[in-house]
């Protein structure tokens, strides 16, 4: 950060940069942009940063395009407390030792604030369509500067989360707000919703048999920063599935935030070369998103009814902006993503920013149903194998 920087140049840097770049922003009501720049401008002036920082959510928030947002958790401070929303409940996954027994519960209120009106005053704040909302909203939670804009009266210093258990009984429990840590070491920049916010995949595959009946695939990420690790288990896996043509499959992609959808094809040419017979089970949740479902949306356009979707609505529609880059903002030091090209997977149309590569590839898939609800937390295997054999042993019957 230079010393001669200030949140003014960080509002500049995305006024220049990003809104006139990120197609998104073209049916946003002018208006309404320039009263949101105008508010993220004076909290600037006044050099308060964290109001800053929320305004500048409202103001990404505004295309309501999930790959489009102010991602704040690297300069922000938050309560130990790690939430993530499991089916339509926010729970605690992770906090300090003290509070271990309350691990599991549900949220219901904050400071006597109910957890309904805290997702409806929070909704302004969050990019995306509901369940990407769901996925992003817990860190305000935690966020103190948050929790005020959000009308939760700090009571002094202390924060009281009224929760509830498994069995129905409720309890709070009660922190210092200013005992803040970095966000990050209970938010990651990009939520998978595992238990364990550091969590990070082994292996970018995985297969387990559940022989004679079928096959599971787990493909946790299609993000791979070094560039050889997707396609090799990839490969892998479609050499799997070619020497076991007639097998059924379930492919797990719960927690896949997405990456590259390109280098899957393979993967997908392997499991539509099978016997036509064969029938694929996909698992998703509202975690799985961006290039995670286009893997989708292409094998339900190849499989058509062969191919049913087990769990919840994914993190976003059929159609969105997307590719673009991450800016990092220079006095704030907060992350800002953007999006530069059109993907409508719902109809199969293009413009002139989506990449040649994607647009030889964009079929009309129309809409994607789940057809079974299913929201057991993606950490557990115990769970989902159980599904898995159940499946299975239906599809051979």
Known sequence: MHSSMSLIDDLELIERTILPTDPSFNAVDKAELNS??????????????????????????????????????????????RFATVGNSVRLMQAPPCFYPAIGGELISINGVGIDDLERLSTPFLAGMSQRKRVIRPILFVWPSALVRLGVNLRGDTLEYQMRDVKGMCFSISLDSSKAVCSTDFYPSNEHGKTDASWSPCSLMKIKSFDPVGLLIVLPSFFDPIGTDLADAISEAAGCIASSPETHLVIDIRGNTGGNFLQTLPLIDAIVAGAKWRQVRVLVDKFTFSAAIVFVAILKHRLGARLKLIGEEMGDGLKFHAEGSTLRLPFSGAAVRYSTALHDWEEGRVDHTTPPEIANVIVPVGTLEIDRIWTENSDDDEARDSLCRDILRDLNS
Not at 47 to 75: C, E, K, W, Y
């Open 36 to 81: 949101q720049i105008l508010e993220a401008r004076m909290f600037a002036v006044a050099n308060q940063r964290d109001d800053f920082l929320l305004s500048v959510m409202r103001l990404m928030a505004l295309p309501r395009n999930g790959h489009t947002r102010l991602i704040p958790n690297q300069s922000i401070s938050a309560l130990p407390l």
